[in-house]
T-cell receptor, first 114, second 110 residues
Framework: EPEVTQTPSHQVTQMGQEVILRCVPISNHLYFYWYRQILGQKVEFLVSFYNNEISEKSEIFDDQFSVERPDGSNFTLKIRSTKLEDSAMYFC????????????FGQGTRLTVV | QKEVEQNSGPLSVPEGAIASLNCTYSDRGSQSFFWYRQYSGKSPELIMFIYSNGDKEDGRFTAQLNKASQYVSLLIRDSQPSDSATYLCAALYNFNKFYFGSGTKLNVKP
């Protein structure tokens, strides 16, 4: 069964450093998403991406965040200067269309900022 | 502010019983609603989605939507211990932005 894969599964970084979280969406999907979940809190939408551009973003997704689809398979989330409060589980998701359809989630990357 | 509200629980039911999980949403502009299951430390797994008023059944699961009351529910029939997890309700806005509730923790006791 096709699945969304994320790497690394766990990333530890020092405050102020840049991190790149990587995702390989399901191959025929066109819509890509990043979510985060701070420990014990709700899943929060960060950004959606379609046709090589951001289609929607939340208030959380400020200038320190960026997304990119550098080639035909990868979808990345970059956090430019990490803060302690960026520590969370980051989930990538993809779907074949928007609207009434399911988004499949990857297993997540646990980011720990120290 | 678009809010999706869920009772955090825990909701405890005996094995074989019906578990009823509820969710309300604040924005009538929401198009569709999704139920995800999340085991501790794992990613959300989709159970089902609904976008029309009424009931939608899939195996042991039934989703119910009442747009007038802005209310979504999930019924799990013949609950099993393996159903013990946190259940997340999500609302889709603008066709590509999901808002999640904080989840209801379900415990199914053998």
């Amino acid at each position: 069964e096709p699945e969304v894969t994320q790497t690394p599964s766990h990333q530890v970084t020092q405050m102020g450093q840049e991190v790149i979280l990587r995702c390989v969406p399901i191959s025929n999907h066109l819509y890509f998403y990043w979510y985060r979940q701070i420990l014990g809190q709700k899943v929060e939408f960060l950004v959606s991406f379609y046709n090589n551009e951001i289609s929607e973003k939340s208030e959380i997704f400020d200038d320190q965040f960026s997304v990119e689809r550098p080639d035909g398979s990868n979808f990345t989330l970059k956090i430019r200067s990490t803060k302690l409060e960026d520590s969370a589980m980051y989930f990538c998701a993809s779907s074949d269309r928007t609207g009434n359809t399911e988004a499949f989630f990857g297993q997540g990357t646990r980011l720990t900022v120290v | 502010q678009k809010e999706v509200e869920q009772n955090s629980g825990p909701l405890s039911v005996p094995e074989g019983a019906i578990a009823s999980l509820n969710c309300t949403y604040s924005d009538r502009g929401s198009q569709s609603f999704f139920w995800y299951r999340q085991y501790s430390g794992k990613s959300p797994e989709l159970i089902m989605f609904i976008y029309s008023n009424g009931d939608k059944e899939d195996g042991r699961f039934t989703a119910q939507l009442n747009k007038a009351s802005q209310y979504v529910s999930l019924l799990i029939r013949d609950s099993q211990p393996s159903d013990s997890a946190t259940y997340l309700c999500a609302a889709l806005y603008n066709f590509n932005k999901f808002y999640f509730g904080s989840g209801t923790k379900l415990n199914v006791k053998p």
